[in-house]
Every structure is written in C-alpha cells, then in structure tokens.
C-alpha cells in the first residue's frame, strides 16, 4: 500500500490481505508510527484496489472520485461535521471509526469539488 498526500507519496507498507478491509487493523489516516496523531486538516480519503499513476493521483486529489469507477474501496467525504464515524460513501460498507479527540472544523474543505 502506498500513501499519497496531495499528490506526493509520503510512506508505502506491504499488503499481505486483499484491500482496505483486509488491513482494517493497520489502515490509519492522521497518525504517525508510534501512535503519535498528526496536526493535520483532511479533505477526504479515498482508498482504490489498484495502483494510481502519479498523473491520476494529482488529476483526482481535489476532486470527488468518479461514482462509476469499481477500483474505489473506499470513500470518505469527511462531512459529517461531528461525531466519530468516517461514513463511507464509495458503497463498499467501510466506514472509518473517529478516535484520538478528532476536531470538525467549520471552515472544512468544501464538499463541491471541481
């Protein structure tokens, strides 16, 4: 698996399971190794069951993933705007639970993408 944020890859682990579910132990947004949390604002995740060509990865990260393409396992807009459940949105029934004091914030990334 690789992580990307805003385009640039920023870590990779192996996957030994078959996507996102399979890794639902390891799979973390927000945190660093060792468990410290990051500072940080998120727009959204998006998770796919296959590699994204770098060219792909900055043509979609400021945009709503495609509703048709069957490689997103999941989706989470990150509009909730409180509570501790990342809802997903690609249809697959991974929703994210919220730990660690998450913040909402009021001027969160819009949800209207280009």
């Known amino acids: 698996m690789r992580g990307y944020r805003d ?3 920023i870590g990779t ?7 996102a579910g399979a890794m639902a132990d390891a799979f973390r947004v927000g945190e660093y190794s060792g468990g410290l949390n990051a500072d940080a604002r998120i727009a959204h995740v998006t998770c ?3 590699a994204l060509s770098l ?6 990260r400021w945009s709503k993933p495609p509703d048709n393409d069957l490689n ?9 705007n409180g ?13 994210g639970t919220l730990t660690s004091g998450v913040t ?6 819009p949800t209207t993408y280009k």
Not at 104 to 109: A, E, G, I, K, R
């Open 7 to 9: 385009g640039v890859l």
């Open 13 to 19: 682990t192996a996957d030994s399971g078959n996507g």
């Open 48 to 50: 796919y069951n296959t």
């Open 55 to 60: 060219a792909r990865i900055n043509n979609l």
């Open 72 to 80: 997103i396992v999941l989706y989470w807009p990150l509009n909730e």
């Open 83 to 95: 509570g501790t459940v990342a809802q997903d949105h690609a249809g697959t029934n991974n929703s």
């Open 104 to 109: 909402w914030l009021s001027d969160h990334p």
